[in-house]
């Protein structure tokens, strides 16, 4: 409501008030109308995404009165004793009583990605994630208190989603501002020096009439709704809208970055089998690796053993290892049993070992495979221990989400590219793109370990690889950043704490709601069900939004530039400006308020291709011209046959007309049923294709306008006087400009086509 335009009308609407013209104040009551509309739209969609926003709000682990709790972040106070386990966010500063491997990212604070150990006595820091082990620690400073909300402005780094519709809109915004700038002592001055002699109401409302003319009052307005319901529409379908402007995000994407588990995969890891190596036997194995298993804080892999796998009573932990996605093994020192590890056989085994070709033909297979091993030395901390001896391999299988081979369908069939960015094993991740329909060849499978982490020399290897594994936290973002560089909008899906740094780099991040709080957290984008599936409605609704608006500019534009047109001709043959108000309300409301609402909303398949405001600019500009010269052309021939013998010009502002006055009105009159045919013109070419809806939309507009006309009152209050001579003759210069328009068209799409 507070705007620079609504300002603008507004002082208009006191100066027309101050006139008395209460007819030509109407374009005030449509300015109320707009706003109120607008007020109640966003009123109720923020109050729907609120509501699902608080049901999926980031939670925090407390223990009250001996109780361990699940409570909204927003809810830990001080004193609160907090357990941190992977995945979560840090909700409030404090010193760690407890700590069993834990690993925190510090880099939204700190900037330094490689995860920090703790232990019990360090400090925490709200605002940073743990990425393995867990912990207890006291609250002691929280929200605007905590040191990451005393920092934010100098170190932590928050992008917020980028709108070409939006800064193309703010573009559009700024040329008419500096054009309202120029135009305003213009206007006045060319009304004062044709009709000054009528006093200065006269002077007023002509000035009035073509100032309303350059503001697009309901641009903002329809913009912003169109985000919001499509938000809305959004979450019908538990996709939740962090950012407005992600919905038009993902239909800019060209290129999207896959995490295969969650993602491709529906995350639920099953435990298949349990082939010993050399002379174990799986009564030996069985043991060890139940007890690794028995672990509060296990991932989703370790959970999957312990379904399967019974721990064994009498293993005492003494020292613990907690996974992360850089390490990619977890380790467990048990009293009197050494040190026992569960990881990645490719990083566990040496690089000649035989054991790497059975785990070969497994992966090829689509399965997991960990090794089990065993080392006589102590466990410390983050370092691999010494003379490891694979013991077991541990084979794992995921199902594959029946909707991902769909979905990547669509993808192709949209031009969108796809690569799998994945820290598993390279030949599992493309046995599951093998499975969903990915084509790829085998050079476009890549170990991530053999490739940099430097954006710029990723660069080369992102135009041709589709598959990565092994990719480490960094290594995501990474190869985000290099596929930005050369040219693409970068969409990435994951749900782990692994995938924080490039969802947080993307332009837009897709995080899943059964996924890791500090993913969520980034994510513009929250698929709350975690259905893959829901992508292609999301890129469907940014696209309706991105065609609707471009529709909506390309009228709002036209008729700034037909009342620029109009401006400057009035001023240099010193004529008064043709319209009244009250005129430009009735072909505005018409052909523009009305349909631009309804077109905003429309379905909208049209691909999205950069240039948005190229494209407003190179259609409306021109048509805009036409139409001001429709205007002029229109008001000279009937001012020359039907105006007054002096050439003056007059407005009733009160009382009955007299036969002087009602001829005045008629050159106006004329020039009103021109720029209504070719701004309905305007209007059919914009709402193609068409079907029903539109067509009984705009049949039932046009019907409108010509009852204006028609009626007795509405002509009395609109000053319309149309002798059937003046009603050819405008008719006749209006479908011209029609035909001008659709000469605009052809051209406009022929130069699209080269």
Same mark, same amino acid.
């Given at each position: 409501m507070?705007t620079?335009?609504?300002a603008?009308l507004g002082?208009?609407f006191?100066?027309?008030t101050?006139?008395?013209s209460?007819?030509?104040g109407?374009?005030?009551v449509v300015l109320?109308?707009?706003?109120?509309?607008?007020i109640?739209q966003e009123?109720?969609?923020k109050?729907?995404?609120?509501r699902l926003?608080l049901?999926n709000a980031?939670?925090?682990?407390?223990?009250r009165?001996g109780h361990l709790?699940?409570v909204?972040?927003?809810?830990?106070?001080i004193?609160?004793?907090i357990?941190?386990r992977?995945?979560?966010?840090v909700a409030a500063?404090?010193?760690l009583l407890s700590?069993?491997g834990?690993?925190?990212?510090?880099?939204?604070?700190t900037?330094e990605?490689?995860?920090?150990?703790?232990t019990?006595g360090?400090d925490?820091?709200s605002?940073t994630?743990?990425?393995a082990?867990?912990?207890?620690f006291i609250?002691a400073?929280?929200?605007a208190?905590?040191?990451?909300h005393?920092i934010?402005?100098?170190?932590r780094?928050f992008?917020?989603t980028t709108?070409?519709?939006?800064?193309?809109?703010n573009?559009?915004?700024r040329?008419i501002?500096?054009?309202?700038?120029?135009?305003?002592?213009l206007q006045i001055?060319?009304?004062?020096?044709a009709?000054?002699n009528?006093g200065?109401?006269?002077?007023?409302?002509?000035s009035?009439?073509?100032?309303?003319?350059l503001?697009p009052?309901?641009l903002?307005l329809?913009t912003?709704?169109?985000f919001?319901?499509?938000?809305?529409r959004?979450?019908?379908q538990q996709v939740?809208v962090?950012e407005?402007p992600?919905?038009e995000g993902?239909?800019?994407?060209d290129v999207?970055?896959?995490d295969?588990?969650?993602t491709?995969?529906?995350g639920?890891?099953?435990?298949?089998?349990l @082939?010993?190596?050399?002379?174990a036997t799986?009564?030996e194995?069985?043991?060890?690796?139940?007890?690794l298993a028995?672990?509060?804080?296990?991932n989703?892999?370790l959970?999957a053993?312990?379904?399967?796998?019974v721990?064994p009573?009498?293993w005492?932990r003494e020292?613990?290892t907690a996974?992360?996605?850089?390490r990619?093994w977890?380790?467990a020192e048990f009293?009197g049993?050494?040190?026992?590890?569960?990881?990645?056989?490719?990083?566990?085994?040496?690089p000649?070992d035989?054991?790497?070709?059975?785990v070969?033909r497994?992966t090829?297979?689509g399965?997991?495979?960990?090794l089990?091993?065993h080392?006589?030395?102590?466990?410390?901390?983050?370092?691999?221990?010494a003379?490891?001896?694979?013991?077991a391999?541990?084979?794992?299988?995921?199902?594959v989400?029946?909707?991902?081979?769909?979905?990547?369908?669509y993808f192709?069939?949209?031009n969108?590219?796809?690569?799998?960015?994945s820290?598993?094993?390279?030949?599992?991740?493309?046995?599951?793109?093998?499975?969903v329909?990915?084509?790829f060849t085998?050079?476009?499978?890549?170990d991530?370990?053999?490739?940099s982490?430097?954006p710029?020399?990723?660069?080369?290897?992102?135009?041709h690889a589709?598959?990565f594994?092994?990719?480490?936290?960094?290594?995501?973002r990474?190869l985000?950043q290099?596929?930005?560089r050369?040219?693409?909008?970068?969409a990435?899906?994951g749900?782990?704490?692994?995938?924080?740094?490039a969802l947080k780099?993307?332009d837009?991040?897709v995080?899943?709601?059964n996924g890791a709080q500090a993913t969520k957290a980034?994510?513009?984008?929250?698929?709350?069900d975690?259905q893959?599936?829901?992508?292609?409605?999301?890129?469907a609704e940014?696209?309706?939004?991105i065609?609707?608006v471009?529709r909506?500019?390309n009228?709002f534009?036209?008729?700034?530039?037909?009342s620029?047109?109009a401006?400057?001709?009035?001023?240099a043959?010193s004529?008064?400006?043709?319209?009244?108000?009250?005129h430009?309300t009735?072909?505005?409301t @018409?052909?523009?308020?009305i349909?631009a609402?309804f077109l905003?909303?429309a379905?909208?398949?049209r691909?999205y291709?950069p240039?948005?405001?190229?494209?407003?600019?190179?259609?409306?500009?021109?048509?805009?011209?036409?139409?001001?010269?429709?205007v002029?052309v229109?008001?000279?021939?009937?001012?020359h046959?039907?105006?007054?013998?002096?050439?003056s010009s007059?407005?009733i502002?009160?009382?009955?007309?007299s036969?002087q006055e009602?001829a005045?009105w008629q050159?106006g009159?004329?020039?009103?049923?021109?720029?209504?045919?070719?701004s309905f013109w305007?209007?059919?070419?914009?709402?193609?294709?068409?079907?029903w809806?539109k067509?009984?939309l705009i049949?039932?507009?046009?019907?409108?306008?010509?009852?204006?006309f028609v009626?007795?009152?509405?002509?009395?209050?609109?000053?319309?006087d149309l002798?059937?001579?003046?009603?050819?003759q405008?008719?006749?210069?209006?479908v011209?400009?029609?035909g001008?328009?659709?000469v605009?068209?052809r051209?406009?799409s022929?130069?699209e086509?080269?």
């Open positions: 507070f620079r335009f609504n603008l002082a208009l006191v100066l027309v101050i006139t008395k209460w007819a030509d109407l374009f005030g109320v109308v707009n706003a109120a509309i607008g109640t009123y109720l969609a109050r729907k995404l609120d926003a049901l980031p939670t925090t682990w407390v223990v009165d709790a699940q909204r972040t927003a809810q830990v106070v004193d609160d004793l357990e941190l992977t995945g979560d966010q500063d404090g010193r700590a069993a834990l690993e925190v990212d510090e880099s939204t604070l900037g990605s490689d995860p920090v150990p703790m019990a360090d925490v820091r605002g994630t743990v990425v082990g867990s912990g207890h609250a400073a929280v929200g208190n905590s040191y990451s005393r934010l402005s100098e170190m780094k992008t917020r709108s070409e519709i939006q800064r193309s809109v573009t559009l915004l040329y501002t500096w054009i309202i700038v120029f135009a305003l002592p001055w060319s009304q004062t020096r009709i000054g009528q200065w109401r006269e002077v007023v409302i002509r009035t009439g073509g100032l309303v003319g503001v009052e309901g903002v329809l912003s709704v169109a919001l319901l499509a938000a809305v959004l979450s019908r939740l962090q407005l992600a919905v993902l239909a800019r994407v999207v970055c896959l295969k588990t969650g491709l995969t529906i639920d890891i099953t435990f298949e089998e @082939l010993p190596l050399g002379d799986a009564d194995v069985r043991p060890p690796l139940g007890a028995d672990d509060p804080n296990a989703g892999t959970k053993v312990a379904r399967a796998v721990a009573p009498g005492q020292h613990t996974f992360n996605s850089a990619k977890s380790a009293t049993r050494g040190t026992w590890l569960l990881g990645a056989p490719d990083v566990l085994l040496a000649d035989p054991i790497r070709d059975q070969g497994l090829a297979t399965r997991r495979v960990v089990l091993c080392s006589r030395s102590p466990l410390r901390q983050s370092d691999l221990p003379d490891l001896h694979p013991r391999l541990v084979v794992l299988s995921e199902r989400r029946p909707d991902a081979a769909e979905t990547l369908r192709r069939s949209q969108v590219d796809i690569r799998i960015i820290g598993d094993n390279p030949a599992t991740v493309a046995a599951i793109a093998q499975r329909g990915l084509e085998d050079d476009g499978v890549i991530a370990r053999t490739i982490t430097d710029d020399q990723l660069r080369d290897v992102v135009r589709s598959i594994g092994r990719v480490s936290p960094e290594q995501k990474s985000v290099a596929l930005q050369n040219g693409h909008v970068v990435m899906t749900d782990g704490v692994n995938d924080a740094l780099e993307a837009i991040g995080a899943m709601g980034v994510a513009q984008l929250v698929l709350l975690g893959f599936a829901h992508l292609p409605s999301v890129l940014g696209r309706r939004v065609g609707n471009e909506v500019a009228l534009v036209a008729k700034n530039v037909m620029l047109v401006i400057v001709t009035a001023a043959f004529l008064p400006f043709p319209f009244l108000p009250r430009l009735l072909v505005s @018409l052909t523009i308020g349909p609402f905003a909303l379905p909208n398949r691909r291709e240039g948005f405001l190229r494209r407003v600019l190179r259609f409306a500009v021109p048509c805009g011209f036409v139409a001001g010269s429709v002029i229109s008001y000279l021939l009937g001012r046959r039907y105006g007054l013998a002096n050439g007059c407005v502002l009160g009382g009955g007309p036969p009602v005045c050159p009159t004329g020039a009103a049923v021109a720029l209504l045919a070719t305007i209007l059919v070419v914009l709402a193609r294709p068409f079907d809806r067509t009984l049949g039932s507009l046009a019907v409108i306008a010509a009852t204006a009626l007795p009152s509405t002509r009395t209050l609109l000053n319309f002798p059937s001579g003046l009603l050819v405008s008719l006749i210069v209006g011209s400009g029609a001008a328009v659709e605009v068209l051209l406009v022929r130069q086509r080269d």
